[in-house]
Structure formats: structure tokens, C-alpha cells
């Protein structure tokens, strides 16, 4: 059975012909595709992300694919600028969203949510993602990431795999500001990569900075060519 869904969407770096991830973001979007809008869309999902190596321009590139009823359609853009710092605001909103696990439903919601500035969003009480990433945490035992209902995170499923598994647990936002007081949560996703998170106004941590140049840059290099 469908569900009724204003629109999904993709988007992700694309440097000379090469995004890393590629194949989780296809599965992605064509599973949400297919249980928003039947066999018919994802058929036409898969389509075009076959073609998108020769319908991206070389550069430095953003597509953005988006499904709705009528179709399924991709938009060439150049890549913003990559941020090497996600600053958020120190008060945590709660997630009000009927999709969270999926791209695109509620975007103008996410917007506004983050019209003065990126935003942590809790649901029950806990730490779910920011406005545009997931989230990670570099503690005693490895890394954690929220169990929250979340988009499943390309990234993040990168990093369980080059960088180290992340285990899924209740983060609550007093460990989440402790961690990035101590330069020990990051951001991930698919324009950015791997960044600190601080409070906004706060200073740097040079060290996860330089940890996060790392990551970003393993994570540059496992791009592979666009199908």
C-alpha cells in the first residue's frame, strides 16, 4: 500500500563524475519512491539515476532528484560551498514531523525550523538529527549515533564502514552539548561530509576539526563514478 507524500528527494556531492555512496542513496530513494508512489515511479527512479553520469556536468555538482505523483525529475546544480563547522543553536527543537524517516515531505517544516540558524531535533525527549545531519558521537566505548526515528543517513552508513560501526542508542541533549563541548560530535552528510558540531558563537576545537578534515577527506576519496 502507497502512502500519500507530497514529494521525496535526493541530493548529494557530485566532484568530476564521482559521488561517494552512490548505491545507498539509489536504494534509498527508490525504496521511499516505490512505498510513496508504486512500481510505476520507482521504475522511472531507477532510470534516472542510470543516466545521471551523463546528465551531470563536471565540477563540482549538487543534483537534486525529486519524486512526486505526476514523476520523478533531476535538476543539475552546482555544489555550495563545503562548511567545515556545523554551528547549532543552543536550544533544541522538538521534531514535529509526520516523516522523519524520509527526504522531502517536510522540508518547508525543516526550513523553518532552521530560519535563525541549525537546529538539534528531539523526538521523545531525544536527540534525533540536526536540520540537515546526522549525527555522531566519539565516546569511551566507539561511536554512537541516535535511535531516534531519523532519515537513514547515507553517510552515516559510509562512516560505519571506513571509519568505525556506530552503535544506535537513547542520546539525550545534555550528552549531545557535553560531547560537543569536547569536540567529540559530529555531523554527517551528504554535501559536507564529516564536521564538529559546536554551539553557535562557540570557539573551534582544533583537534575534531582536524579529525573531521580527515574523515572528509576519506570520504572524498571513496566517492565512485554515477551509474
Known amino acids: 500500500m502507497c502512502i500519500s507524500v507530497p ?13 561517494t555512496g552512490i548505491l545507498t542513496h539509489q536504494q534509498r530513494f527508490v525504496t521511499a519512491v516505490r ?8 521504475g522511472e527512479a531507477e532510470e534516472l539515476y542510470a543516466q545521471l553520469g551523463s546528465r551531470v556536468t563536471a565540477g563540482r555538482r549538487f543534483p537534486r ?3 512526486t505523483v505526476s514523476g520523478v525529475t533531476m535538476v543539475d546544480r552546482p555544489a555550495p560551498a563545503q562548511g567545515t563547522v556545523l554551528e547549532v543553536q543552543d536550544e533544541p527543537v522538538v521534531d514535529e514531523r509526520q516523516w522523519p524517516e524520509l527526504k522531502g515531505p517536510e522540508l518547508n517544516w525543516l526550513q523553518d525550523a532552521a530560519r ?8 521523545g525527549g531525544a536527540v534525533a538529527e540536526t536540520t540537515t ?4 558521537l566519539l565516546t569511551e566505548t566507539g561511536f554512537v ?6 532519515l537513514r543517513s547515507t553517510t552515516r552508513h559510509w562512516f560505519s564502514q571506513a571509519i568505525g560501526p556506530v552503535h544506535s542508542r537513547r542520546i539525550e541533549a545534555a550528552e549531545l552539548y557535553r560531547a560537543m563541548a569536547d569536540g567529540r560530535a559530529f555531523a554527517l552528510n551528504a554535501l559536507h561530509g564529516v ?4 554551539a553557535a558563537g562557540s570557539a573551534r576545537n582544533r583537534a575534531a576539526v582536524q579529525q573531521a578534515a ?8 571513496d566517492a565512485e563514478p554515477l551509474l
Do not use: C
Not at 535563525?116 to 523526538?123: A, M, P, S, T, Y
Not at 549515533?145 to 531519523?150: E, I, L, N, R
Open 195 to 198: 564536521r564538529p558540531i559546536v
Open 133 to 136: 545531519a546526522a549525527i555522531v
Open 7 to 19: 514529494r521525496i528527494i535526493d541530493s548529494f556531492l557530485v566532484v568530476d563524475g564521482r559521488a
Open 65 to 67: 532528484l525529486e519524486a
Open 214 to 221: 580527515q574523515w572528509r577527506a576519506r570520504w572524498l576519496t
Open 116 to 123: 535563525d540558524g541549525e537546529v538539534v531535533l528531539l523526538r
Open 145 to 150: 549515533g541516535p535511535d531516534a526515528p531519523a
Open 35 to 42: 512505498d510513496s508512489y508504486g512500481e510505476t515511479r520507482a
